[in-house]
């Protein structure tokens, strides 16, 4: 699994978006995983930034800053991680790279937020956790969820949501495909418009037929409609995201987990997926 891996991309990095969408996909690449012990240690809520950011200290607050690297100290910062695994994700899919790099562009900027909330909420709901969990043995705090009902549904409603229908490895395999085969968002031409169109109908009917294999044909066709209802909800969740995020960096509070290097002259990920 890509997120185990000793892979760890940080803001510091500064890699642009434009340039994160060329190329092949890195999942082909062995990177190792990281150290066992990570999942091993006791979660430390600190270590992890909320997806939202919204456990940010205030300019005021003192925050010792340090480099987060896989290999030194078996952390990643996950809400930019997950985004830049999210881009990797959509670039083992061969439509993907059919497209012009604007409407590469608008398609990342559309989808991977939401691919990459669906990724960490199923990982959480696959080891049992009832709240946002990595791979790292890094998790939400409960007092961090409680405290706003937007951090709520982002780390724990989305899991339960997930738990609820039951969804298993392959119903989740060709969701994410059905999520990032979206045609319609704008900026795309008629033809890559029809292109993500007869793909995202592909995996419907391959979730669909699955689904009455495993499920038998009287459940079928209600789960499936949920789970398409799902992708509606999981989008919902990630514009009122992109909406945070847009008043925290009007309102001066540049979004900046502790415990990393604020990428001075670089661009910031986050800004290019959300804004």
């Not at 919902?236 to 847009?246: D, P």
Request: proline residues 7%; aromatic residues 10%; glycine residues 4%.
């Amino acid at each position: 699994m890509f997120r185990r891996s000793c892979f760890a991309p940080v803001p510091e990095d500064g890699i642009p978006l434009v340039v994160l969408i060329r190329g092949h996909s890195k999942f082909a690449i062995d990177f190792g995983d990281m150290p066992s012990t990570a999942s091993e240690r006791p979660p430390d809520p600190r270590a992890e930034a909320d997806a939202m950011w919204s456990c940010v200290k205030p300019a005021t607050d003192s925050c010792t800053r340090k480099t987060i690297s896989c290999l030194e100290n078996n952390k990643k910062v996950w809400p930019h991680a997950d985004l830049v695994y999210a881009i990797e994700y959509l670039k083992t899919f061969e439509f993907f790279h059919r497209l012009s790099d604007d409407e590469k562009i608008h398609l990342v900027r559309w989808v991977v937020a939401i691919c990459a909330h669906v990724t960490c909420s199923y990982f959480s709901n696959k080891m049992k956790s009832n709240r946002t969990f990595h791979p790292d043995g890094s998790m939400m705090s409960e007092k961090c969820i409680a405290s706003s009902p937007r951090i709520r549904e982002f780390h724990f409603d989305s899991i339960e949501r997930l738990r609820e229908l039951g969804m298993n490895e392959k119903e989740y395999v060709l969701l994410k495909a059905i999520i990032v085969c979206d045609p319609a968002i704008d900026g795309l031409s008629d033809y890559s418009r029809t292109m993500l169109d007869e793909q995202r109908t592909r995996y419907a009917k391959s979730l669909f037929s699955y689904m009455t294999a495993q499920r038998g044909p009287h459940n079928a066709p209600g789960r499936f409609l949920e789970m398409l209802k799902l992708i509606d909800w999981f989008r919902g969740v990630n514009e009122r995201r992109k909406e945070h995020h847009l008043l925290r960096v009007a309102a001066g509070l540049r979004p900046n987990p502790c415990g990393t290097e604020e990428p001075k002259g670089k661009p910031v990920l986050q800004d290019e997926i959300f804004l």
